[in-house]
């Protein structure tokens, strides 16, 4: 915990100032720099313990979390639960405490249950960062989006950002909308009604049904992935249907403005929601994404993990 | 508290970086390898008066860089009162230079090591010099500078207040109170 950043946890982007994300996105402006060195490593978390904990399939999150400690020099370890006594019936509660027991720093949770990162900070002394609970959060996605579309227009303050597609059970968007309203964005989410959630009002978001007014005059269009394994019945006809009528391609992205560039999560559907040639075409921000994500991590961890130090002077 | 003590004015403080330039390209053998990093952030300024001393004696505009020592620091970044990172910048490639690391004031040497660490993450430099423009005594590391601007030994209750921005009267001065944060 610091003045920069006053919290032990990193739950949500819900119960972060605007302050506070500014001082992440600042700090992992310092981290991209030191990813590009020839030596892409830093002793600044040496001694310090980082537990991968993912209930859930994951490449890209579950890889930028390992990279980001590593490059801090903390020591990671990765639990997958295809792998763990989880497949032998051990409850959330016990494999927490006895990765408690083996004292870590920080333990990084992904979890299909909304709100099981709040629970692990409730159960364990270390810090808890939240990698995806459900569909409620997945706060360091919105702070590296956020940081990339920073880096690509200068600026969050007055953007309009359309995110496109299964709002409902996108803990990514519901990060995003939060994130990007508190600093200044103008939100609007479109998609089939079937996939917007209950609660665009309290998030502040203007809600489209077609995709043509949401995208116009748009600065970034966020592109949200079809999670077919999240899609319980019939919410919507085929994923043809779904393309033609909300996919983001050339013909869509006319209405955006001339230098909007596109962000998606990853991984994507190619052809379901993002068109291919989008998808590699020069406005597209998704490798920039993955990039970014390793200095926001290594951002996180290092503001919850730094040690309140002795005080000592440098000279 | 008492009122601080001027030890160097803008003139002898300019003075002395000529003085230390000249050393800095004798010892390096001329400037065409020669490149100046300056540790945040109290070196960064002193770096580029550096840098226009060289030019104005040798013609050359030499390289110059910034390290932040924060993510290097033996105790950890948040014993800062304001732990906020900084940049490191090197432009150029530090491999087979002749290297000149800069600060304004030297006291434990803990600095230094953390910036030496930084540096040498950029590559492998031919040669590591160290150029302070005040040595306060105080070592706790067996660091030693090569080019030093003057020596002062100050207790270690009191406080080395360095003004070396561009545009504004440069000096020096010792002040009674708690040390800075960052250890000047």
């Not at chain 2, 033996?74 to 290297?99: M, Q, W």
Request: glycine share 10%; with cysteine; net charge neutral.
């Amino acid at each position: 915990m610091s003045a920069l950043f006053p919290h032990r946890h990193l739950l949500g982007i819900e119960g972060l100032s605007a302050k506070d994300i500014v001082s992440v996105l600042d700090t992992a402006e310092v981290f991209y720099e030191v990813s590009r060195r020839p030596v892409r490593k830093v002793p600044t978390l040496r001694g310090k313990g980082v537990i991968n904990l993912f209930f859930e399939a994951s490449t890209r999150t579950r890889t930028s979390f390992e990279l980001a400690g590593k490059r801090l020099s903390a020591d990671v370890v990765n639990i997958s639960t295809s792998t763990s006594s989880v497949t032998k019936g051990e409850t959330l509660l016990d494999t927490l405490k006895t990765l408690e027991a083996m004292r870590p720093d920080v333990i990084v949770i992904r979890h299909p249950s909304s709100g099981a990162a709040l629970y692990a900070s409730q159960k364990v002394g270390c810090s808890i960062v939240n990698a995806g609970d459900g569909t409620h959060e997945h706060p360091t996605q919105a702070l590296l989006d956020a940081f990339t579309i920073r880096r690509a227009k200068g600026r969050l303050d007055g953007l309009v950002v359309t995110i496109c597609g299964d709002v409902a059970h996108s803990r990514v968007a519901r990060s995003n909308a939060r994130l990007l309203g508190m600093l200044g964005s103008k939100v609007r989410v479109v998609g089939p009604r079937t996939l917007m959630p209950a609660d665009c009002a309290a998030l502040g978001v203007e809600v489209f049904d077609r995709l043509e007014p949401a995208l116009e005059g748009a600065d970034v269009v966020m592109v949200l992935r079809i999670q077919q394994e999240r899609l319980q019945g019939a919410l919507i006809p085929s994923l043809r249907e779904y393309s033609k009528t909300y996919g983001i391609g050339p013909r869509t992205l006319r209405y955006a403005q001339p230098d909007a560039v596109v962000l998606h999560p990853g991984p994507m559907n190619r052809g379901v929601e993002i068109d291919p040639a989008t998808a590699d075409g020069e406005r597209s921000m998704v490798l920039e994404q993955v990039e970014a994500g390793v200095a926001v991590r290594m951002a996180v961890l290092y503001l919850l993990a730094a040690d309140p130090g002795t005080g000592m002077t440098a000279g | 508290m008492h009122a601080a003590v001027q030890v160097l004015d803008a003139d002898a403080i300019a003075r002395t970086v000529r003085r230390l330039a000249h050393e800095v390209v004798e010892r390096a053998g001329g400037p065409s390898r020669l490149a100046l990093v300056g540790i945040r952030r109290g070196g960064v300024p002193l770096a580029a008066l550096l840098r226009g001393a060289i030019e104005e004696a040798e013609g050359v505009a030499v390289p110059v860089g910034t390290v932040d020592i924060s993510l290097y620091r033996d105790d950890a970044a948040t014993a800062l009162p304001d732990p906020k990172i900084g940049p490191s910048r090197i432009d150029f490639d530090v491999s087979g230079r002749e290297l000149v690391l800069v600060d304004d004031v030297m006291q434990t040497g803990r600095t230094v090591r953390a910036a030496i660490d930084c540096l040498l993450d950029y590559g492998r430099p031919r040669r590591v010099w160290l150029c302070v423009l005040l040595d306060r005594g105080g070592r706790e590391l067996p660091i030693a500078p090569d080019f030093v601007g003057g020596v002062l030994d100050v207790p270690a209750g009191e406080r080395l207040e360095v003004d070396l921005r561009p545009g504004e009267e440069k000096a020096i001065r010792v002040a009674a109170g708690p040390e800075g944060g960052d250890g000047r």
